[in-house]
């Protein structure tokens, strides 16, 4: 059986029966009819719309000619005044059905030497004035608050509207022409300008919520219950809504639906409480229980709309409404405020201030004789004390104290901010609204601060006289002393050490890098600044070799098991047999049937040359299937972890203990690949090793590719040479390096390929050209699946750290081979080992000869700093060129180096004879100051090492001083 339905949310048709007749509606149309601009602006969800659409087919059903322009139509955000203007002469010319009789294109050109207020003005008078020489034309805007938002004034816009208004008396043409305004915003709000003339003409259609005195008997013939019980119950309903529309048609398709019992919904666990209020009628129906309306209806609200509101609030209402008291962060603090009073029984009296003003077009209170209230029992039960202390407390970074204040009585000064924390406070509130008790709490911890300051600076004071004192007596000491170090420093500081200790320095320094590396402890940093070379380096473009079908957890959630069972995989992989693929990596174990659809999936691998499943080759082992074992269609999937378990090189081949060698999947595919584009791989040759080859004898060619690939000798694919990593190539010290490994140059994350779920898969929904011809690769991204890796895109310095999908690490081997092989897109090279030392050794060399060069510390400090920076960009241009060079080793050198030429210039050269020519002065000053000299002597020998106060006692007594 249908049922009666109400519609919630949304413009009501003009002949919908739930639609209830207020009084303004008459008091609409008969203002319009007389001519009178009209503007209806309320809280969002009263039925601005609705009351439009009735009023605009009533009087269109008269004759009038009627628009309406969504302002929300034309658009906000990235739009300019000509677009906008546009949009809304376009509007009017589409809705007045002026096409083919009228060259919008045309005449807008034409006018192109006038404002965009004056077009739209002559619009009016020339076009639709002319073309509708005897029809009234009704203008009706609708969602006015959209135009807050533009990033240009609209005040032109309004006053030519209020010219439109005044130009009666001049032409009375334009007495058929009237506006009407629907939505969110004051008069005020219209136009901003406080020099121009306000908003001001017009008349305020002042829209109330529904009550027993409007015509809502529509509504209660859709609750089906007995007269007497509708009656009743559409009290409750109205009393518990306030007259909300929204929320009474909500409440009144709720009470329906637990009238008819609907428990096979998604609701009916909502609706179960409501049970007891109901009982059976002689049809088979039910009826409510005489006399239990009110405690029905309440049910019904409690569990139906206050309970878990947030996830019950669909349509979106009663969000909307906490977004707009929360969305200002500069005026939510005193909203919040306000509506607290009002919830405490505080008389709010309206006062027309902004903050009233914001809260009354929330919708969540009412102007009610003068005084603030809130709107409705549903809006005091969802938006009650609670929620809104809550709401404060998360906006102040002082809750806790604050709180605990309050709870003292506001007497407890120790609860007070104080420092960095009032400091903190004070910029939080800076330009907000807050309510008074913040302010009070605020003004009471300043009080206190500043008295705090007052009491400091007394015992300040007097500790400053007592220090300026003691100080007095040794000031006159302290400056002979630093002027005989400084004279002695001036006479010594142009003496240097020879050039020779430069080469001597770098080779010392560079020599116990060299050590320090090989022990290992540099090879964490080295790893970590390759990573970050990788974050850096700029994302790379979308592969068009490759597409990855993902399955991820929703998808795993809405197959229902995991591993997918065979029939599922059958279904995919036939999908995407129609796409034309090139070439189809499985990267799913199948050891083992996942009934149902084993026999299928058999058949379809046995048909299918171009899918190559996987395996695991490295304990625990994990068989690949039969069929593609058989047909010799299989890759490993195992992958190489470094120490810190991140992926940083591709493993290409392995040899089995039975001597059977065993190719990676991205290999396998990459081959697959290549020989259909006529590349394959063959031994490198060096032509410089050719010319030799007479006298080194012939290089043996291996029969197959899993020789080539097993040997450690480099490989030439297509424009690529492939290089088989060493255990100490680049920043790796002693590392595994069995198998044919490669340094793995990562072409990016997932956003560098093209990815899709297996259901836009099962449900044949991708383009055909993301999949024909490619290399797809299908596997898990699911967290669940633990197929999850870290990788140098890990540990990001700001970013969250994320893991890489198994299917994703295949996808970036096979970028790089066939890059390099088709692009010539480098692979990630390392120098020689010899290279990399003279690497260190130069970078040793350069820090070394700009401390000898470069006197002072401090521009020493600022070009080892400046050298540093040259030399990670050196590096980083390298990597970017497919090298990775050495740069913690380098930047330890050269630090060292810059540091070490100093050291022992000083210790060689210039400490001691400073030393001895500071003595030799204070010696000669003691002898016209004997006090000062004596005290700054004295200084000097405390201030100085145990071996150097040896040698200023020897000074003292060659000069003829007694110690």
Known sequence: MAYYQYQVGGSLTSDDPSYVERKADSQLYKALKTGEFCYILNSRQMGKSSLLVRVKHRLQAEGSKCITIDMTNIGSENITPTQWYKGIVTELWLGLNLLGKFNLKTWWKEQEDLSLTHRFSQFIEE???????????????????????????????????????NHRAINPEFKRITFAIFGVATPSDLIRDQVRTPFNIGKAIELHGFTLEDKIESLAQGLA???????????EILAWTGGQPFLTQKLCQLVLAAKHSVYQTSDSHLLAPVVGYLEPTSNGSSSIITETEASWVEAIVQSCIIDKWEFQDEPEHLRTIRDRLLSNEQMAGRLLGIYQQILAGDQIPTDDSREQIELLLSGLVINEQGYLKAKN????????SEWVVKQLENMRPYAQSFKAWLNSEQQDESLLLQGLALQEALAWADKKQLSDLDYRFLAASQELAKRAVESDLAVEKFEREKAEFALQAAQEAIYILADAQKTAWRNSKNLRLGKKWIASIAGVVASSVILLRFTGLLQGMELTTLDRFF???????????????????????????????????????????????????????????VEPGYQELVKLFENSPNLIGVEKVVEPQVAPPPILSQKSQVGFADQVLDGDSKIRRALLTVNLPEDERKLSLGLRLTVKYLEAEGVTAQPFSNKYLDKLSPYLGRIKVFDSLLEMFNNSHQIQLGKAILIPFNSNDGGYVRTEAGGYQILLNYHGTQEQFQTFSIADLLAKKLPAEAIRDRIVLIGSTAESTNDLFQTPYSSRIFDVPTHMAGITIHANIISQLLSAALDGRPLLRVLPEVGEWLWIVLWSGLGAALAWQVKSSRWITITVVITS????????????????????????????????LPIITTKQLLEKIQLRQTVKLLVVIAQEKPIAGQIAIEYFKQAETQENQVLIEQVLREEGVRC
Do not use: H, M
């Open 225 to 235: 219950v007995k007269e007497g019980n509708a009656k009743a119950v559409l009290q």
């Open 127 to 165: 076009v639709l004035l002319v073309q509708f020489k005897q029809e009234r034309i009704f203008i009706f805007i609708d969602e006015i608050d959209s135009i807050l938002n533009l990033p240009f004034s609209v005040d032109d816009f309004f006053a030519l509207i209020r010219f439109c208004y």
């Open 535 to 593: 974050q850096a380096r700029p994302p790379a473009p979308i592969d068009p070799r490759i597409t990855i079908i993902t399955i991820d957890d929703l998808d795993i959630e809405a197959i229902g098991t995991y591993p997918l069972p065979d029939q599922i995989l059958v279904q995919a992989l036939q999908a995407l047999k129609s796409y034309q693929p090139r070439l189809v990596g499985l990267d799913l174990y199948r050891d083992l049937p």
């Open 869 to 900: 920076g040259v030399l990670v960009g050196i590096t980083y241009l390298a990597f970017l060129g497919g090298w990775w060079l050495p740069v913690v080793p380098p930047i330890i050198g050269l630090v060292i180096a810059a540091i070490t």
């Open 377 to 384: 029992p549903i809006y005091q039960a969802v938006f009650n």
